[in-house]
């Protein structure tokens, strides 16, 4: 979902949810993924949905292809 869209479908969320749910389960980090490629067109895009985020959960990131996390 994109940045403050709002919708019924519990599987999917928007960036601003996920920070929230992120800071209110103390994780260390939240990876923004599974973007819909039909919305989220460019990496810009995907950028300004992690700016989004962080403004709740100051260590959100935006995924991308090729990304390798160690935990």
């Given at each position: ?16 949810l ?46 991308y ?7």
């Amino acid at each position: 979902m994109k940045t403050n869209e709002v919708s019924d479908n519990p599987i999917h969320l928007n960036p601003e949810l996920s920070a929230k749910i992120a800071k209110e389960s103390d994780v260390k980090n939240l990876f923004l993924m599974h973007f819909d490629a039909s919305r989220y067109i460019s990496v810009e895009s995907r950028v300004e949905a992690e700016k989004s985020a962080r403004e709740i959960f100051s260590n959100s990131y935006a995924s991308y292809d090729g990304l390798e996390v160690e935990v």
